[in-house]
């Protein structure tokens, strides 16, 4: 089992950034590829950004390459998401989630482990 704690959203003016973690416990992380995911009210949840086990190969929605990052510290256990340039649109709970592929699938069932999420709301 994977246990997966996001922190760091929060109330932010557009334009502004936000760096989200994700704390893993239970199991090292380092052969799970890692994503971020996002659900904003009335919509249904999507894919932000994934990462391969080994930080090798990262992969973006359209919607967000250019402005967020994602990254990890298998020696920590922890994955983050920085987000810069926020706009409005990327008001939603944020979600990080661990998949035992290889590479990080886009799809929501490509991933076995959840956690709660952490609230990220941009002011226009």
């Known amino acids: 089992q994977v246990q997966l704690v996001e922190s760091g959203g929060g109330l932010v003016q557009a334009g502004g950034s936000l760096r989200l973690s994700c704390a893993a416990s239970?199991?090292?992380?380092?052969?799970?590829?890692m994503g971020w995911f996002r659900q904003a009210p009335g919509k249904e949840r999507e894919f932000v950004a994934t990462i391969a086990g080994t930080g090798a190969v990262k992969s973006y929605a359209g919607s967000v390459k250019g402005r967020f990052a994602i990254s990890r510290d298998n020696a920590a256990n922890t994955v983050y998401l920085q987000m810069n340039s926020l706009k409005p649109e990327d008001t939603a709970v944020y979600y990080c989630?661990?998949?035992?592929?290889?590479?990080?699938?886009?799809?929501?069932?490509?991933?076995?482990?959840w956690g709660q999420g952490t609230q990220v709301t941009v002011s226009s």
């Open positions: 989630a661990a998949s035992s592929s290889t590479w990080g699938p886009r799809l929501l069932k490509g991933y076995e482990y």
């Open positions: 239970g199991r090292a992380i380092n052969s799970y590829a």
